[in-house]
């Protein structure tokens, strides 16, 4: 169950990321990066995306690619071509360095170097769970052992019955 809440706190976590991710790209760019099209400026857009995910997550190239309804290999080869991209056309470098000034990386805690009030926060928070967690083991004990005392009474009757024939 840890896992789960584990992983709902980390999708929170990276959504946040991303939206805000998205948001610098397609402001400077002024388009919208999850447009279905070919065209140069979407897929420099998009490889740009792509560069902030890897460079300030830790989300894998299929991760990234699902937030814009792509493939994992587009997303590598978006950004196995965009140095090439940024070193041989001005316009695009310009753009590139535009973007990653935009990203304020103290505009999230580090998932690893978190808060002590982001550590205080999930420690009271799994508190709660684990209380709650507990409860629901409690009463699945009675539960069981309700179970095992009738089932004790069905052999009992069941080993009367079988006597008497």
């Known amino acids: 169950m840890t896992g789960t809440i584990s ?5 929170t976590f990276y959504n946040k990321k991303l939206r805000y991710f998205k948001e610098i790209v397609e402001k400077i760019l002024e388009l919208k990066i999850d447009n279905k099209t070919r065209k140069f400026e979407y897929v420099f857009a998009r490889s740009c995306y792509y560069y902030l995910c ?4 830790t989300l894998s190239y299929q991760k990234i690619s ?4 792509k493939n994992h290999a587009t997303v590598m080869h ?17 753009l ?3 973007i990653v000034s935009q990203v304020d990386v103290n505009h999230f ?3 690893t170097n978190k808060t002590i009030e982001r550590l205080v926060r999930d420690h009271n928070y799994f508190l709660i769970k684990n209380s709650e967690l507990q409860n629901y083991i409690d009463k699945l004990e009675i539960k069981l052992n309700k179970l095992r005392s009738e089932n004790q009474e069905m052999k ?3 080993y009367i019955m079988a006597d008497n024939d």
């Open 66 to 69: 699902k937030t814009l309804n």
């Open 96 to 98: 590139f360095n535009q």
């Open 156 to 158: 009992r009757v069941i």
């Open 78 to 94: 978006g950004l196995k071509e965009l140095p090439y991209i940024i070193k041989h056309d001005k316009r695009c470098n310009k």
């Open 7 to 11: 992983t709902q706190m980390d999708h």
């Open 109 to 111: 805690e580090d998932k």
């Open 54 to 57: 890897r460079k300030y997550t």
